[in-house]
């Protein structure tokens, strides 16, 4: 069946830090695949996707490239900031349109 | 617009008891998912509502049940609590289409079972 592989956390960088979070997937076919991210008692918010392979999902300076030669689409900034600080979570659309998660990898981001 | 509202936000309860929470989605989305998010399981799909009927269904046992009225809102019920119900259920809404890809989350409703 479908599933989601990250990173286990946590992740712990100091400010201006480069982040990389792995996943990858298993899937028949080449579902869409999602970032999602949870900020301290709130909810999930979708970061960015990308609906085919090859397409690149960016948004708030983080960025995800679709590969389905690896069958990867891990999430990536360049520097990120204090209020990067949540859990980000990995996902695909399964076969009968409902999401399916990653375990969820806590960030921590220091002063 | 308003986005997607669950009531109550913390829910104290007892084993045995039953609960019902609620979920608003955004206004002209038809399509309801529930999702329950606990430390050891993660985020785990519980079912999907779409024109007042479910449309999918995860692994959960029947005493997880839903419904989905007119004006779009869901309810989901969780019969005779047990502990391991505590968790964070969240909702998320969409405009329904099979081939709409992104949901929109609320805060979720937080039960704790004592």
């Known amino acids: 069946g479908n599933s989601v592989t990250q990173m286990e956390g946590p992740v712990t960088l100091s400010e201006e830090a480069f982040l990389t979070i792995n996943c990858t997937y298993t899937?028949?076919?080449?579902?869409?695949l999602f970032w999602y991210v949870q900020y301290p008692g709130e909810g999930l918010q979708l970061l960015l996707k990308a609906t085919k392979a090859d397409d690149k999902g960016s948004n708030k300076g983080f960025e995800a490239t679709y590969r389905k030669e690896t069958t990867s689409f891990h999430l990536e900034k360049g520097s990120v900031q204090v209020s990067d600080s949540a859990v980000y979570f990995c996902a695909l659309i399964g076969s009968q349109g409902n999401l399916i998660f990653g375990k969820g990898t806590k960030l921590s981001v220091k002063p | 617009k308003a986005g997607v509202t669950q009531t109550p936000r913390y829910l104290i309860k007892t084993r045995g008891q039953q609960v019902t929470l609620s979920c608003s989605p955004i206004s002209g989305h038809r399509s309801v998912s529930w999702y329950q998010q606990t430390p050891g399981q993660g985020l785990q799909f519980l079912f999907e509502y779409f024109s007042e009927t479910q449309r999918n269904k995860g692994n959960f046992p029947g005493r997880f049940s839903g419904r989905q009225f007119s004006n779009s809102r869901s309810e989901m019920n969780v019969s005779t609590l047990e502990l391991g119900d505590s968790a964070l259920y969240l909702c998320?809404?969409?405009?329904?289409?099979?081939?709409?890809?992104?949901?929109?989350f609320g805060p979720g409703t937080r039960l704790t079972v004592l």
């Open positions: 998320a809404s969409s405009p329904g289409d099979r081939g709409q890809v992104k949901q929109y």
């Open positions: 899937a028949t076919g080449y579902p869409s």
